[in-house]
């Protein structure tokens, strides 16, 4: 759905340039001709702060990688030393680990933004399942690095994690040793978890070029779900979009910078200031919030097999979201029905990630196979039956005709055109 | 297919489960009791006078078993620190005996403390440790401000993120210092152990190392288990954080400029949408776009 280039290079160099690699044609095109829908609201700005994070990310962590000392004796007095000594490198260091948590918080948004307004459906499934890809990297990267700082819940973390896939029948534990690169979790573990904590940031800065190529093709959904018809129907992506996003993200710059310099240690775990001791488990080995609902997930099932089954499908479930969910209509807001199911998977989303963070006893094990159950169900059974009993109310026309009707469009928090200002 | 009622009984399912988090919560009655930090808050900064005291307790007392390796004596001129002057910190360095070598002859020897060296430990080895201390091992004492906390659970901890309340690493060990009391009725207290109120199982290897008067305050500040326990608390703290004013200092700037450039993009995302509602010729004047689906 690209917009026709109309980039007409000026100076000679460029019209030079042009003839051998129209890259500044392909950037015109992308990011500042490119149509976008004119009723998207704030909760499509998670995109554009999903890539200001990633930039952040490498930033941040290249320059800590420049201090860092992957071995098992030295690592953990190592980002000490960044914290002391390095200049600076308390920002750094505290920028990245928060960081990654913020870069889970837009994620989820990001997420959430999608099921409610029905973005997986037809023409968008190889975006979606670009995008779980990118969430499943994401997951594998910010564990890798939370070994790093090699404290106890970097190392212990580390042990229940690798130990899942020993579940595994037959081969399990080869896998397990091959992992490991011994017969426990130790200086070869440490080393190649750095080397692919390095890796896999570019790896997903790839997918994420897939990911905006794939997007660029099918055009954004929008809260209507209603496709663009016309040019009355979308603003170009510059100034509208790239102003609407940089306001978002300078937004959520002051939340990190409030946890970042404030509250810096607020999301970590007070046990991974202590060195990593194999020979002392602590009482309650936590992994970090981010993970914790597909962590409850894991302890709702009593048998290991099953247990890391689920955990696993409960991620790539969402890759089969697209065929899942059998209803023609995108967007939440003409389905009553389904906007309830889905707000309570939210909260079941939530509760699972609070059971995941406390002791599996008594209540709570019940709790969290409560919402297991919910978890699945919700994908296995409500979604596919929703689709063909639900009845839908009326879609708007066009873009323009539900902005028009509401009086205010809705990307806009300007008030209605009431005499010009200037 | 009866929606409504299969909604209700998911609903019910899930109160159903969500009143079982309440009923397993926690009590809190082992609670470390919250004091008031100077360093507390986004404002607040280290009390020099307060972290000299502490220092003062640690060298007096802790120091006798526990280590504090990540700590430099030059870090003790460091600004945002206890404020003593490079002069001041090298006599303290001075007072230290640290391992140097191999010299020429290939032997390690004994020298005086140099302002480069980091805290010399109090026992060449864990192993040593051990074995002059009944086989119990005193944590280095670097980052065991950070290393301690306290779980409130819901809904003290979303509190906390708003409030900016993250000093329960000192809370604890001020609170872990007064909390050697009698056990309770039918607790038994493992031979070499002793009980205190606040340390997790509520036995504890470290016999009560403070007593009031042991340590001699010349500021006129009353010579209390608590006084101390408050002061080497903060002096923890710092060796944990040396940092932490830099840090408060300069996220006020970060965030004065956050605010007022986040305005500025607002205000301009504000001029720009609504020059395309007054004029809409702005969105019609771009040249035409096919879509696919219109």
Known sequence: MSGHSTYQPRSPFMQWMERRLPIASLVYSSFVAYPTPRNLNYWWTFGGILAFMLGVQIVTGVVLAMHYTPHVDFAFNSVETIMRDVNYGWLLRYLHANGASFFFVAVYAHIARGMYYGSYKEPREVLWILGVILFLLMIATGFMGYVLPWGQMSFWAATVITNLFSAIPVVGGSIVSWLWGGFAVGNPTLNRFYSLHYLLPFIIVGVVVLHIWALHMVGQNNPTGVEPKSDQDTVSFTPYATVKDSFFIGLFCIVLAWFVFYIPNYLGHSDNYIMANPGQTPTHIVPEWYYLPFYAILRAIPSKLIGVTALASSIIILAFLPWLDTSRVRSANYRPLYRQFLFIFFIAVIGLGYLGSQEPVGGYVIAARILTIYYFAYFLIILPLLGLFETTRPLPNSISESVLRSGVPVGASAPPPSGARR | ?294
């Open chain 2, 1 to 294: 297919m009866n929606f409504h009622r299969s909604r209700i009984i998911i609903a019910s399912a899930l109160a159903a489960s969500l009143s079982g988090i309440a009923m397993t919560a926690a009590s809190a009655e082992d609670a470390p009791p919250r004091q008031h930090w100077s360093f507390a808050g986004p404002f607040g900064l280290y009390d020099e006078a307060q972290l000299q005291r502490g220092f003062k307790v640690y060298r007096e007392v802790c120091s006798t078993c526990h280590s504090l390796k990540l700590l430099s004596f030059r870090n003790l001129a460091d600004p945002g620190g206890p404020g003593f002057t490079e002069a001041q910190a090298a006599t303290v360095a001075a007072t230290f005996q640290v391992t140097d070598g191999p010299n020429d002859q290939g032997q390690m020897f004994q020298r005086p403390g140099k302002i480069s060296d980091n805290f010399p430990p109090p026992f060449p080895n864990d192993q040593a440790a051990r074995a002059a201390l009944g086989g119990k091992l005193p944590p280095d004492m670097s980052v065991l401000a950070k290393a301690r906390s306290y779980e409130w659970g819901f809904p003290q901890f979303v509190i906390d993120a708003f409030i900016e309340y993250q000093e329960d690493g000192p809370d604890y060990i001020h609170a872990l210092l007064n909390g050697y009391t009698d056990p309770p009725a039918g607790f038994a207290v493992p031979p070499g152990g002793q009980y205190n109120k606040y340390f997790p199982g509520g036995a504890i290897g470290m016999p009560k190392p403070l007593s009031d008067g042991q340590v001699e305050y010349t500021d006129g500040t009353p010579a209390t288990v608590d006084q101390y326990g408050r002061d080497v608390a903060a002096f923890l703290m710092w060796a944990a954080e040396p940092t932490q004013d830099a840090r408060k200092r300069l996220g006020f700037q970060v965030m004065i400029f956050l605010i007022v450039f986040t305005g500025l993009l607002y205000l301009t995302k504000k001029r720009v949408w609504h020059a395309a509602e007054v004029d809409p010729s702005l969105l019609e004047s771009r040249p035409p776009t096919e879509y696919p689906r219109g």
